[in-house]
């Protein structure tokens, strides 16, 4: 099993720019998640999913979105790029969204906004 | 609201000695904790979890913790440490009550010298 899947693994954009970072998992997992990681402030929860068709808003969601029509897949969609941005992005899954579940993670997606 | 306090940003440690991260959390209700590993250039791997029970968890690597209902705190130890455990170490906290939300502390950064 590949668990769960990011891609790209490293991207460069410049302000203004938009881009789909894609996520997939293959455990048949109802919750995904996405993530971002900054020095010094652990992981901060973006969006999440808790099946196809549902997803909700997490700590910081503005500048991003997403959808849910197949249960392997959670793109994030970045509208338009901000160096704020810049960091690094991941993306987990866990079998029911139960709060004692524990989560599945990417490697993540390294994003730099010029 | 709940929040999650990693009381040291980096912990350097001699191998083969004995290693404490320390975790606090606060939270109005009860709560699953949990501690994760993330290696460079990886995605965070869960290392062990308490969801009830002995207050005393064993996880992979030899690493155990324990839940301090009192004090509110998930100490991580390890009573031998290796090089192979340089990395960053992730305390986490979940809401009993329900929602699909897991909160991170900041992470420590236990780095193993020989």
């Known amino acids: 099993n590949a668990g769960v899947t990011q891609t790209p693994k490293f991207q460069v954009l410049k302000t203004g720019q938009s881009m789909t970072l894609q996520c997939a998992q293959d455990m048949n997992h109802e919750y995904m998640s996405w993530y971002r990681q900054d020095p010094g402030m652990g992981l901060r929860l973006i969006h999440y999913?808790?099946?196809?068709?549902?997803?909700d808003q997490g700590e910081v969601p503005n500048g991003y979105n997403v959808s849910r029509s197949t249960t392997e897949d959670f793109p994030l969609r970045l509208l338009s790029a901000a160096p704020s941005q810049t960091s690094v992005y991941f993306c987990a899954s866990s079998q029911s969204g139960g709060s004692n579940q524990p989560q599945h993670f990417g490697d993540g997606t390294r994003l730099s906004i010029l | 609201a709940q929040s999650v306090t990693q009381l040291d940003s980096q912990v350097p440690v001699f191998e083969e000695a004995p290693v404490e991260l320390r975790c606090n959390y606060s939270?109005?209700?009860?709560?699953?904790l949990f501690w994760y590993v993330q290696y460079p250039n990886q995605g965070l791997q869960l290392l062990l979890k308490?969801?009830?029970?002995?207050?005393l968890v064993k996880g992979i690597n030899g690493f155990e913790a324990e839940f301090n209902k009192s004090q509110t705190s998930f100490h991580l130890r390890k009573p031998s440490v290796h090089i192979s455990d340089t990395a960053e170490y992730f305390c986490a906290v979940s809401d009993r009550g329900g929602g699909f939300k897991t909160i991170f502390g900041a992470g420590t950064r236990l780095f193993v010298k020989a």
């Open positions: 308490y969801l009830s029970g002995s207050t």
């Open positions: 939270s109005s209700v009860s709560v699953y």
């Open positions: 999913s808790v099946g196809a068709g549902i997803t």
